[in-house]
């Protein structure tokens, strides 16, 4: 009886829950979602030329505090300060649909410091103004129906497949992607987690992504004594496989580390922060459709405008209180809107515990390492079936409303004229820079923009006028 009182309570957003119920549940979506929260502020380092030698240790702090932001923005938008947060089931982190831009901004300014600390200021004012953006949200409400937030959403899901894919893989960067172990360490703990889901009721059930990706490390322990850790490149370079558990990184890891406020220097340059304005009202429409889906998957309803208009607020004041720490734009994340769409956990408590300990990572440097060095293949085994869950929300919410000819014309355009050519960017190789850096690498962006159009312009179904 105990266990079935738990297990509703999971599946409330207000509840109270046991804190031993809410450790395992909280921590799965930090696992989910702690290398997508690193990677972007990597690539844009590097892109800037900072990133290791004199500037490894800014590298650290501005890691460091990627997860410390993560999880504060996180609580803001579980629990809302005044109208600032959703008070939806959404995990926050650094936004990877900024990279395509930031890039930009870096190579016209010459990166270096004087590149990333513009891409800071111009990270601040966008913030500001998505936050404005998100006050007005509701007489923008009209242009989000279900069919075109469902489009969204299922755009969301079908670009995260291939991401998830990769990670099954081992990563598409590492010298040995692909080979038998990942995909066999990737398969294991895919099997687990179907095992544990289906084959346990109650509270285990909704953990299975917490003891699958356990089951990983443990599988990568043990493949460690038993298998070669080492291989050698096409190029007779030795490199050490990519599912192998760098415990030195865990060794290295300071105990207590207090994150610094503003360790690179805002900057405020047109050339920079004209391009970030046009991706945050790009971040806007995509959180719109991240909370649509976890409402929709989670539990069970569209969002009311107040949870719109919150979360899109968090998201934009989240970003500005980023960028102050030198951060990249901090955003609801996808792979955590799958996560909850798979397992029906939405309890706010169970959440605010994962949050928690993105804090306590960015405090305490250890508890990060310990989580950084998952091997790709271990997340991958639990992301392709968490990415794949964002796809049916996208599905749900897309059928809530009839399918009329007018309804299916707006998703089967946006899919193919819009997601396709955003998916495929060589198709917009000749277009001017500033449409290939919105329109493409995700679509996303071009899915959602087509069907917004066409929501618009074509003419309502005259039963719905009546």
């Not at 955003?331 to 306590?360: C, D």
């Not at 007018?406 to 193919?416: D, F, K, P």
């Amino acid at each position: 009886m105990q266990e079935k009182i738990s297990m509703d309570a999971a599946h409330d957003f207000e509840a109270k829950m046991p804190l031993s119920r809410k450790i395992p549940l909280g921590l799965q979506h930090v696992f989910a979602m702690f290398v997508g929260n690193l990677t972007p502020l990597l690539i844009i380092m590097g892109a800037c030329g900072i990133a290791g030698g004199e500037f490894a240790d800014l590298q650290v702090s501005v890691l460091q505090n990627a997860m410390f932001v993560a999880g504060v923005v996180t609580l803001v938008q579980l629990f809302s300060i005044g109208p600032i947060g959703g008070k939806v089931p959404i995990i926050m982190g650094t936004s990877s649909g900024f990279i395509g831009v930031f890039n930009s901004v870096a190579a016209t300014m010459g990166g270096g410091v004087i590149a990333y600390g513009a891409i800071m200021g111009a990270s601040i004012l966008g913030g500001l103004f998505e936050t404005v953006l998100g006050f007005f949200l509701k007489p923008l409400r009209k242009f989000f129906p279900a069919v075109v937030t469902g489009t969204v959403v299922l755009s969301i899901g079908l670009s995260l497949i291939s991401v998830g894919i990769n990670s099954f893989g081992g990563g598409n960067s590492a010298k040995d992607f692909g080979s038998m172990e990942n995909l066999l360490l990737a398969l294991f703990v895919l099997v687990v987690i179907l095992v544990v889901k289906h084959g346990c009721k109650g509270f285990l059930g909704s953990s299975a992504i917490f003891v699958g990706i356990i089951a990983g490390y443990i599988a990568a322990i043990i493949m460690g004594f038993v298998l070669p850790t080492t291989a050698v490149d096409a190029d007779g370079v030795e490199f050490t496989k990519a599912w192998v558990l760098n415990w030195d990184k865990v060794a290295q890891a300071s105990w207590f580390a207090i994150p610094k406020l503003m360790p690179v220097k805002p900057v405020f340059d047109l050339r920079a922060i004209l391009p970030v304005l046009v991706m945050f009202i790009v971040t806007a429409v995509e959180t719109v459709g991240d909370i649509s889906g976890v409402m929709e998957g989670g539990m069970g309803r569209e969002a009311t405008d107040k949870e719109l208009s919150g979360g899109v607020a968090c998201d934009g004041l989240g970003s500005s209180f980023a960028a102050l720490f030198g951060v990249l734009p901090n955003t609801s994340f996808s792979q955590n809107v799958g996560l909850v769409t798979m397992t029906k956990v939405v309890n706010r408590g169970a959440l605010s515990v994962g949050a928690i300990f993105l804090i306590l990572c960015g405090l305490i440097p250890k508890l990060g390492a310990i989580v950084s060095i998952m091997p790709q293949s271990v997340l991958g085994g639990a992301a392709v079936m968490m990415f794949s869950s964002i796809v049916i929300s996208g599905i749900q919410l897309i059928t809530k409303e009839e399918m009329t000819p007018r309804n299916l014309t707006i998703v089967s355009v946006a899919l193919g004229v819009g997601y396709g050519m955003g998916a495929n960017m060589t198709i917009l190789a000749q277009a001017p820079q500033a449409v290939q850096l919105i329109f493409g690498g995700s679509g996303i962006v071009p899915a959602a923009f087509v069907a917004i159009l066409l929501n618009i312009v074509l003419p309502k179904d005259k039963k719905n006028e009546a």
